[in-house]
């Protein structure tokens, strides 16, 4: 990106603002937007080991892609304020969560195997291209685990064990039941207003940023352990 075109949208030149402003975001996106899907990713996956697979170099490059993202809606007229609220961000809320109830079942179900890719993650690309189909698909597989989460029972896997490794399992098996009844509660409100506000059959680049933000910024709600 050339220099003239960062003065340009940060000075807010009329008639170049926007021009400038569409540029910096579409090149952003095209070239951060796999770094920022993995780190995405990481938040849903907790484990040091997928952490670890990013140095400081990749985490510095991530943040200042996000405020270069942040910089950029700004300059067009898409405020955090307003853009939370529409489905594009939503959409990315709803990946976010899915993958942590998939997280959930794989360590109570699978007894801890986590597969490369976590079903919101995996769905990410075609939300880009057409968020509607993506959910279609998604609501197909998500409809397992959202059974599973809606059945499962807490007492079902008491806080003891035979040894100290046995102890752990249970206990981190015990928290992922208790997660995934709280992804729960955060889901089905965010359905619903998806369902009232409509899903967009496609993205364009402000729409793609939004969808990238909100599956970076899905609220995050620990599991309550009783």
């Avoid at 899907?37 to 990013?54: A, H, I, M, N, V």
Wanted: aromatic letters at 8%.
């Amino acid at each position: 990106t050339a220099f003239s075109e960062v003065l340009d949208m940060m000075l807010q030149k009329p008639g170049k603002t926007k021009t400038a402003a569409e540029h910096i975001l579409s090149l952003c996106l095209n070239h951060a937007s796999s770094l920022l899907l993995g780190l995405g990713e990481c938040q849903s996956r907790r484990t040091d080991k997928d952490w670890r697979t990013y140095g400081d170099k990749e985490r510095l490059i991530a943040l200042r892609a996000v405020s270069i993202i942040g910089m950029t809606l700004y300059a067009l007229g898409s405020k955090k304020e307003d853009y939370m609220h529409e489905a594009a961000f939503q959409i990315g809320q709803v990946l976010a969560l899915a993958d942590r109830l998939h997280r959930c079942y794989c360590t109570v179900v699978r007894d801890g195997s986590i597969p490369p890719n976590l079903i919101g993650n995996a769905h990410f690309n075609a939300a880009l291209d057409s968020p509607e189909k993506a959910l279609a698909v998604l609501a197909e597989r998500f409809r397992i685990y959202q059974g599973w989460a809606e059945t499962v029972k807490p007492e079902s896997y008491p806080k003891k064990g035979k040894n100290a490794t046995d102890k752990h399992e249970m206990w981190e098996k015990y928290k992922a039941v208790w997660e995934a009844k709280d992804i729960l509660s955060l889901y089905k409100p965010l359905a619903d207003r998806l369902h009232r506000q409509g899903i967009p059959q496609c993205c364009d680049d402000v729409m793609k940023a939004h969808l990238l933000l909100g599956y970076l910024a899905a609220e995050e709600k620990e599991g309550e352990v009783k």
